[in-house]
């Protein structure tokens, strides 16, 4: 049996220990592995081939990262290429990628990725490849399992993050706006603000009033708390208003969501007249080593997609059904994003604590 391995999306703490428990997990049974570099760029010329051994993953798993690479363009369905004339167009080179897979003598590949990834494998199925797929994203926004690897590892760099602007924000007794990834999902934005005892939490899935997070300030400003720490999602966005783009994407890239940290930063201190400072967390969410508990989630994931290409379980996701490992049809997961339940126990127990959502 040969089968391939490839990284696709954005990274994850977690992925290098996804790779070595499905390189580790495949020698067990005598298989070859191979490694596609730059999502499924290997596969088109555009990257290379890479065989994955013991040695290869060997002292990897606390590696942020990928060591196979990965690139959030560049779908062999939509593949951006540049005409003579500067402006780009996309093509299919699904084709292509399908007849380079054949005469490689890969069998199966395991795609590790988020929704884009998951739709890329899901196509990927239709034209008779056999593909596994493992969720990856530290937004947790995919449905299907009940977390991701990475989520953790991301909810901590930012609550670590929330913890040392509370120092700073009562020195100065400022108000601090800090953004943290999520896309159009809050769980990153509701677990570390919740976790690290912000003040008010802002996200997609709860339209906000600015009057509301002001009155919310300086509340805590009357009662002798000159300080607020102000958690907002990337993706969030005040009632009737429109999420905030950064500039114009790379060409097969989705749109970029941030700035919104700046923006809200500007009206509290217009507002409130309390002097207020932002910051985005941004990729330092991505990087470093994961967590103990990114790195089991990791390895199970990693293990389960091996197993599922034993049973041939073509077109499905492993995931997490706690307390148990499960897989489920591609075709379901891609049915839905995932989304904070504004009624989640989480979100009521935030309320029931003082924290405000702006609503």
């Known amino acids: 049996m040969r089968i391939a391995i490839s990284t696709g999306g954005g990274d ?10 499905a390189v580790l997990s495949a020698r067990t049974r005598g298989w070859d592995v191979l490694g596609i570099k730059r999502g499924f760029a290997g596969l088109l010329g555009e990257d290379e081939i890479v065989p994955l051994t013991v040695d290869s993953v060997r002292g990897i ?15 062999p369905f939509a593949y951006p290429v540049q005409k003579p004339d500067g402006t780009w167009t996309n093509i299919d080179r699904s ?9 490689l003598g890969i069998e199966a590949i395991i795609s590790i990725g988020g929704d884009g990834s998951l739709k890329i494998a899901q196509q990927l199925c239709t034209k008779g490849v056999r593909v596994v797929s493992v969720p990856k994203t530290i937004d947790n926004d995919v449905a299907g399992t009940i ?7 991301a909810v901590n760099t930012a609550m670590e993050a929330i913890d040392k602007l509370h120092t700073t924000a009562e020195s100065h007794d400022r108000v601090m706006v800090l953004e943290v990834m999520g896309r159009e999902a809050g769980f990153i934005a509701l677990h570390a603000g919740v976790a690290g005892t912000a003040d008010v939490i802002l996200i997609p899935e709860i339209e906000w009033d600015l009057e509301k997070v002001c009155d919310k300030i300086m509340a805590r400003d ?8 102000v ?12 999420e905030s783009i950064i500039g114009a994407s790379l060409p097969g890239q989705d749109r970029r969501l941030g700035g919104i940290a700046e923006r809200l930063g500007y009206d509290i201190q217009r507002i409130t007249g309390k ?18 508990y990114d790195r089991l989630l990791a390895t199970r994931f990693g293990a389960a997609a091996v197993q599922a290409v034993a049973e041939k379980k073509w077109g499905h996701m492993v995931a997490l059904q706690s307390p148990h490992l499960v897989t489920v049809p591609i075709e379901e997961v891609l049915k839905e994003t995932k989304r904070v339940d504004p009624k989640h126990d989480i979100v009521q127990a935030a309320r029931m604590i003082g924290i405000s959502f702006g609503d």
């Open 12 to 21: 994850a703490p977690g992925l290098n220990a996804v790779i070595r428990a």
């Open 61 to 75: 798993a606390g590696q942020g990262g990928t060591i196979i690479k990965t690139t959030n363009r560049g779908s």
């Open 95 to 103: 084709d292509e990628l399908v007849e380079n897979a054949r005469n």
């Open 147 to 153: 977390t991701t690897f990475g989520f953790d590892t």
């Open 222 to 229: 009357a009662s002798g708390k000159r300080f607020s720490i």
């Open 231 to 242: 958690v907002v999602a990337e993706g969030s966005k005040p009632r009737g208003g429109h």
């Open 275 to 292: 002097e207020t400072r932002s910051m985005v967390l941004g990729h330092l969410q991505r990087g470093g080593s994961p967590t103990g």
